[in-house]
Every structure is written in structure tokens, then in C-alpha cells.
């Protein structure tokens, strides 16, 4: 039985919802057809103000073990977000205040219900720049530090446990602590804060972080390469790499999913040739240092057959050319039955696209591909046909073996969340496991907190 007179003396009557019809939209994320867990039938959603309320919360959950799922924007792919169990959701959105720019230290303190759109409008309008792009602007400032995400501009930056400089957490037994600071150094014992970041809501709510911010540069460029061959694409990568040039991005992107998502965005493709796309986004203090960056980029990919290169440099074409790319999932999302996400070393990626076409080969299918190429990280796409055909099992997991085998893993981004908690198994190992059930048991005695996620 959950408790919801409790809750409703904790948050105020208006912010429980206890009517199924009232709370869709907090049953799902968006997690692929294919895979996506079922909700639980005896669901309460609430939306606490602050860490104190959390904390109430938390404590009665403890006390009663009721489970508790943790929700940010609703954003993330692997189920993390769903209660698959009956107990409370727990909406971070009324922590939406952006309660600091400290342009001296160059960091943005933000509750953890700001959504990632509001974050960078915030910090650009300020003067400063917040290159982390995964695709969707509506996650929120918890939930991409729950899923430790990356997206399109990692490769220069880092992912987001490298923006994460302090959080203030909540944990599951309802104490509230600051961790970490306005620091870029701290060294002070075991680091627990990296231990949050990418926890996906087992260990603590986060309710607040200091992010890192990063002067704006005075320019950026998007180059579209254009290549007939997608081997010859995805190859080309780490020669890029190699050259001593640090692109902001490096995504990979087919033409056909391309002009799909760009119809579905009102927009045109601007690339008329190829069959694959490099997307390099660079950026430099001087036009002169662009051009040049962009000149030698250019001259690496003519030199592994690439047949067009178009050099964006006006702000909204360079920003229709990141939606196309970050709408591609989005504008096919009704033929994908699982997205996958695996990563590998980045010099070993044309050798991963060279499995999928031997694997799609092999089953007679084909398995188109997007990703973040700079960073290793491909998400093959099984669309639902292949469960039609009765292939969709044995082809994710020849693509999870491809990648394990080139010294990769399963997840590179979206986490093991709650759907691929078998392949975790499989793919990872005994003792490590072992010690995350510890750490979970230790910060979250009562197993209350997002249960059924990364560990069983
Ligand atoms: C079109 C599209 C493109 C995407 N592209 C990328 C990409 O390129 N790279 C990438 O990494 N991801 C990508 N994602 C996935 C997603 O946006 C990220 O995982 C994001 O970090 C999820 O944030 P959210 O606020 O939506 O979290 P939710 O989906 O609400 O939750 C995700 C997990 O975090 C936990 N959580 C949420 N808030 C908190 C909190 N305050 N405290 C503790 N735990 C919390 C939840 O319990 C859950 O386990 C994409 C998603 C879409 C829809």
C-alpha cells in the first residue's frame, strides 16, 4: 500500500497524481518498442519543491518500502525512468531554477529539474558555452548526470561526468549532502560523486549540481562529408583523429535516415551526394584557425574517397544540420524496435562496421547506423522487421559479441538501465558485479530506490 495521505501532508494535495488516465505520460520514457519495460499497475506520481520534501519522502519510502523511480525529463532509452514495480515516481520537474552563473570560476549551479535546453540558453546568454549535446534539449540536469550522458559533442569535453564539478544528493535513507564543490581539484577520499554520476537513480536523488562551463568560442564550423561507401566513412575517423585536430564532434549518419528526419523537421538534407555522412563540427578563436582546421579535415577525407565536402558556417544552417542529426532516432522511432549502443576503441570502429554489414549480410536484413563516430560509440538500428522475420534476438547479440570482441562494450552511453540487465550478465564480470550489488545495499538499504535497474 503506498502511503499517498502521507504524501499529500509531505508535497501539498496538488502535486500528487494517484489517476492513471492523469499520469501517462510518467508510465514511459522513451525507450525502444522492442525492449521497453512494462509499468507497474499501482503507480503514484509526485512533485516535491525541494530536497527537504525529497527527503520526507524518502524517509517514509524507507520506512514502508515503497519502491521509488526517480524521474528527470523522461528522455532516456533504457527504461531507467519506468516503474516497473508499484510504488511512487518521483517528477524532479518543480526543481527547475538555475540559481547561479559564476562567471568567475566559469560554473552554472542548477536544480536538477532545468531542462538541458534551459541550461544552455541560460550559460549562452551569459557569455559562456555548454558543449554537451546529447540529442534531446527536454533531459533534465539530474537525469543527464543519473545517465552519465554524452551525445554529439563529447570528443573535446568529455562526457558529462567531466562537467560535473558538485552535487547536492538525497539519499534513499533521506539525509541531504553536498558533495564536491566549485572545485577543479578534490581529492578527498573515495569519490562518491563519480559514483552517482551514471547511477541511474539506485544510489540518491540528485537535487542540485555545479557544472562546468567553458568559454564561447568566437567561432564554429560544420563540415558534412560525403562518402559512397559507409566502411569508407566510418574509416576515416580515426585518420581525423590522428591528425591532431580535436573536433567539438564527430557523428556518423546514412543519407537515407537523413532526408527522412530532415522531412520530418520541415527541413532539406543540404548534402545531394553519398550515401554516407561525417557530420565534424570545429571550433576555433580565429575564422583563420577554422579555415585552416577545416581545410585540413577536408584534405584527410578527400584522401579516403570521400565525393563532396559542404563547410557550413552560418549559425542556423550549422544548427538544421545538428537537429537533422539529433531527430534521427525521433523520426523513425515507429519502425525501431531496439536502438543499440556500443562502443569500442575508437581506432577499432570501421572494424565494427564491418561486422554489422557481415552480420546484416549473414541474415539478409540491413541494419542502418547512426553515432557518435569520434567517440567509438554506434547505435546500429534494428528496425521491427526483424522481429517480423523472428531475427531480431540472434542479430543483437551476434552485434553485442562484434563489439565485445574488439575490446568494446554494450553500452556506451544509454547505460544498462532496465533492458539490458541480461547482457550485463553475459558481458560483464562476476566480481564487479558483485561489488555493485555491495555499494547499492550500502547506500540503499532497503532496496527502495529504483529497483530492477543496472542490478537485478
Ligand atoms: C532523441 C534522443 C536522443 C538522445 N541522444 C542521446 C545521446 O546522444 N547521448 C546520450 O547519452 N543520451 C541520449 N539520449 C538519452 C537521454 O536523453 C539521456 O539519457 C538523458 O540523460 C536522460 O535524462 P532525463 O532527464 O530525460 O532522464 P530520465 O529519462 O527521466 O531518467 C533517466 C534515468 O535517470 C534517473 N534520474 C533522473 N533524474 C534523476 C535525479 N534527479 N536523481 C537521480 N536519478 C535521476 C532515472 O531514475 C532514470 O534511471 C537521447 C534521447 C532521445 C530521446
Redesign the pocket.
Known sequence: MINVEELRRIVGGDWVITEREQMESYLV??TYLGVKPKPADNVVVVKPANSEEISKILKLADREKTPV??????????G??IPTEDGIVLS?ER?DKIEEIDKENLMVVAQ??VTLGDVIKAVEDAGFSFPL????E???????????????RAIKHG??RGYVKGLE?VFPTGEIVNIGGKLLKNNTGLDLMHLLIG????L????KAVLRLYPRAAGNATLVVSYDDRHEAISTVPKILQSGIIPLAIEYMEHAEAEVSAEHLGLKWPAAKGKAHLIIIVAGVSEDELYSQCEQISNVCQEHNAVDTLIAERREEQADILKIR??V??SMKARVADGLDVAVPPANIGRLMDEIDKIAQRYHTTIPVFG?AGDGNLHPILTVDLQEKGIFKEVRGEIYEAGFNLGGVITG???I?KTKLDEFDLYGDEKSRGLMKGIKKLFDPGNIL?PG?IIR
Open positions: 520514457d522513451e523511480f526517480p524521474r528527470g525529463g523522461g528522455t532516456g532509452q533504457t531507467g525512468a524532479l526543481l536538477a529539474g549535446h546529447p540529442g534531446d527536454g533531459a533534465q540536469v539530474g537525469g543527464l548526470i543519473a545517465c552519465n550522458a554524452a551525445g554529439e562526457v558529462m544528493v547511477s541511474q537513480g539506485i540518491g536523488v540528485i537535487t539529433g531527430e532516432y525521433a557518435h552511453e544509454h547505460g538501465g529504483n535497474t
